[in-house]
């Protein structure tokens, strides 16, 4: 088939490079988001799916929406006769929707219907989920509604981050894509409307939400740091300092050579660790990032900062 391929970030590339390889189909075009400021120094970078179409000569446009009148055009002057989705980060007007013969198809990081949205990976961990995985959807007017063609699971590890996952979900997505992709061409594949029963949303998460409460148990702490880490990324604050915190681990026999309980958002400094207290067990922290500053180990942040007995907040 003829593909037009929707994608924006690092997760969406293995399944574009899928199709570019893929014998069976043509990738002739590929939509991203404008390009946009990054870094420190601030520049101006292509997204990581424009990039590596660049790289492979397909031609790439950048509508800031897809509804511009250009972006039609060249939409239709491509002629797809499917336009795979990943990640995409815009809205498909409904007057499209049917512009390919077998429409948009979506993969979605969550086995639908179960969070819906723009932050799946990072909602199944911090629900404390055991399983997640990927679905192809055909897009239609309500947001992830559409009949589900297939779907790969995944179990969620005790360590996973939202970054661990995600990378393992677009590599076996990036096949379920690729399988779907040929199901439809070989008019083999019929969607299946999702269940009415098992739905929640997955809203995108902001910075506000990434806030540290040190006064919820150690497991959901736990869950929360690795569901923001590496993005938006886990804080807390420190007097004016926010502080960004990489994955803790509950501990849950306490501080080792310190007797009685620890008060929560309290830190404790020993010769080889961080402590910090929840409304449970204390967790242990692996590095802090201070404003302006690289990440660092917690306990070498700690002599530097001299924060024994300090509060979290």
Not at 104 to 129: C, K, T, Y
């Amino acid at each position: 088939m003829r593909l037009v391929f929707a994608g924006t970030p690092e997760p969406a590339v293995p399944a574009l490079q899928r199709l570019i390889d893929s014998e069976h189909h043509e990738v002739v075009g590929v939509i991203t988001r404008p390009d946009a400021a990054s870094g420190r120094g601030r520049k101006v970078h292509r997204s990581p799916v424009g990039e590596l179409a660049d790289a492979a000569g397909i031609p790439v446009i950048t509508p800031a929406k897809l509804a511009e009148p250009d972006a039609v055009a060249q939409l239709r002057e491509w002629a797809p006769d499917c336009c795979p989705v990943v990640a995409y980060g815009g809205l498909v007007p409904a007057d499209l929707l049917d512009l390919p013969e077998h429409g948009w198809v979506n993969l979605h990081f969550s086995l639908l219907p179960a969070w819906r949205g723009a932050a799946p990976v990072q909602a199944a961990i911090e629900a404390g989920d055991e399983m997640t995985g990927a679905a192809t959807f055909r897009i239609e007017k309500g947001l992830d509604t559409g009949p589900v063609f297939g779907v790969v699971t995944e179990p969620i590890r005790p360590q996973d981050t939202s970054g661990d996952l995600l990378e393992r979900l677009a590599d076996a997505g990036s096949m379920l894509l690729e399988k779907t992709m040929d199901g439809l061409a070989a008019g083999e594949l019929q969607a299946v409307p999702q269940s009415a029963d098992g739905v929640s949303t997955a809203p995108k998460v902001d910075v506000a939400h990434a806030q540290i409460d040190w006064a919820r148990p150690a497991f959901i702490i736990d869950r929360k740091v690795r569901a923001m880490t590496p993005a938006p990324g886990a804080w807390t604050t420190l007097g004016d300092d926010r502080l960004k915190l990489g994955p803790v681990t509950p501990m849950p026999d306490g501080v080792p050579g310190h007797d009685g309980p620890v008060p929560a958002g309290a830190v404790v400094v020993t010769k080889k660790a961080v402590f910090v207290g929840t409304a449970t067990d204390v967790v242990r922290l692996s590095t802090v990032q201070a404003p302006g500053k690289k990440a660092m180990a917690a306990a070498d942040w700690a002599r530097g900062a001299r924060v024994d007995g300090e509060v979290l907040r």
